[in-house]
């Protein structure tokens, strides 16, 4: 029997960053920069207005006020969108609005709640200094500096920026690609009424998401049944499309344990018991050429899930170079609202519904139960040496993925 760690650590020791590749930058969401990226142009482009109102020479309405306002002409509109530069003399104004460029000789802009709105000639009753509601050209951007370093994570905001500084590619890791397959004779596909001794293949579709989830490309291939050439085969066949393998399934001590029988003969492949609960049975090793990872997880549906979140999730997220805080990443701070009991020399995954951070049992914990797995917001993680949780004693409980919460 290894621990957690040791399994963890020696996946983590295996896996690498993969190789950098130039994207669209909205393929780009969600991974990380490969390379420092510079503006092509200043944002704003063009010097333009902050508010609807009216462009002027801030010297002409220096003496505006409520009970003296300042009557000028307006002599042109200038909306958003307008590609022809206009210039203002002094003592005229021109209506402008947001985004517009500003006309040259203006220097300030009265927003139009502080005159009468006039279209032929504006009373302006407020004075404006000099760059009042002007955005000047670069005075966010300047063409030619990096606005973004590599081993940035790029969200929606970043996606903007290298949009509007005119970068339509960039060179990023790129998401990892994980192939899914499940083996068992008992499976039938997603939305196919099992027969007597039969179960739907809800492994796949749940890696399938949790690989969607962490932020890779899942590729699924579905249930393959217990048979060692057809298993050769499609791991083979899917070796060329992989960053990545999951099987689930065939792990254990039984007679038609096909994963473990095959693997066991190939590439760099471990078979181990890690002393967890649930999860104890699992395998890593990578095969082929390529040296691919290739993540063994045990068929029961709740085991497969924490080993997931456990050992994969770490491990995809360091292929998609993002930095990993040290062990164990990622958990939170919760306190039991109940008594519960852990079994001892494993580390214990609870399933656990948070309120706040009061943590309670989520419903029964055997590894086949989905009731309570869909129930739950985490995992409260029990050491190996504590056999008793108090109600009000401290936990760390790693966050279920996609229930983390709008
Ligand atoms: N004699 C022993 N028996 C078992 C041991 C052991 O140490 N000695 N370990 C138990 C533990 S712990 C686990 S976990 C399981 C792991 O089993 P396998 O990885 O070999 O998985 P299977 O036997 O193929 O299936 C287990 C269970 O999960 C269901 N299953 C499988 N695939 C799917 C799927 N794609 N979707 C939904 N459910 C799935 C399957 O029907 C079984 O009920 O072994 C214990 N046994
Ligand atoms: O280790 Mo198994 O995953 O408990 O059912």
Redesign the pocket.
């Known amino acids: 029997m290894i621990s957690v760690e040791q399994h963890l650590d020696r996946i983590l020791s295996t896996v690498t960053v993969i190789p950098p590749f130039e994207l669209g930058v909205l393929d780009a969401q969600g991974c990380i920069l490969a390379a420092d990226v510079q503006a092509r142009g200043s944002l704003p482009g063009f010097t333009n207005s902050a508010m609807d109102g009216y462009a002027v020479h801030a010297s002409d309405i220096a003496t505006a006020s409520a009970e003296s306002p300042v009557t000028l002409p307006v002599v042109n509109d200038i909306a958003a969108g307008n590609t022809k530069p206009w210039s203002l003399a002094s003592g005229q104004t021109m209506r402008i609005m947001t985004g517009a460029p500003m006309p040259h000789g203006a220097d300030a802009v009265v927003p139009v709640e502080a005159t009468d709105g006039g279209v032929v000639r504006v009373q302006i009753r407020e004075r404006r200094s000099v760059g009042a509601h002007v955005r000047e050209v670069g005075e966010d951007v300047e063409a030619g500096n990096v606005v973004l370093r590599r081993g940035t994570l790029l969200g929606p905001g970043q996606i903007a920026l290298l949009a509007a500084a005119g970068i339509a590619r960039v060179r990023v890791v790129p998401r990892p690609r994980v192939v899914v397959i499940?083996?068992?004779d008992?499976?039938v596909e997603v939305g196919r009424t099992p027969g007597f001794g039969q179960?739907?293949?809800?492994?796949?579709v749940m890696l399938t998401a949790a690989v969607t989830a962490v932020g890779a490309t899942p590729f699924r291939v579905g249930?393959v049944p217990d048979d060692a050439r057809t298993l050769m085969e499609t791991l083979e066949g899917q070796l060329v499309r992989a960053d990545a393998i999951i099987t689930?399934?065939?792990?254990?001590?039984?007679a038609f344990?096909t994963v473990k029988e095959v693997l066991s003969r190939v590439g760099t492949m471990r078979f181990d018991k890690v002393a967890m609960r649930?999860?104890?049975?699992q395998g890593f090793g990578v095969l082929g050429d390529e040296r691919v990872p290739v993540f063994t997880l045990?068929?029961?549906?709740v085991?497969a899930l924490v080993s997931f979140h456990v050992f994969v999730a770490p491990a995809l997220r360091a292929m998609a170079g993002r930095p990993e805080p040290s062990y164990p990443p990622g958990y939170v701070p919760a306190v039991a609202a109940e008594p519960f009991g852990s079994v001892e020399g494993k580390m214990e995954f609870v399933r656990v519904i948070l309120d706040d951070d009061r943590a309670r049992l989520a419903g029964g914990q055997g590894?086949?139960m989905l009731g309570a797995l869909a129930a739950a917001d985490a995992l409260a993680v029990i050491p190996e040496d504590v056999t008793e949780v108090a109600a009000g004693d401290e936990l760390m409980c790693l966050p279920l993925l996609g229930r983390e919460g709008m």
């Open positions: 499940s083996t068992g008992e499976l179960i739907v293949d809800s492994n796949s249930g689930t399934g065939g792990v254990s001590m039984g344990d649930p999860g104890m049975p045990p068929g029961n549906p085991s590894s086949h």
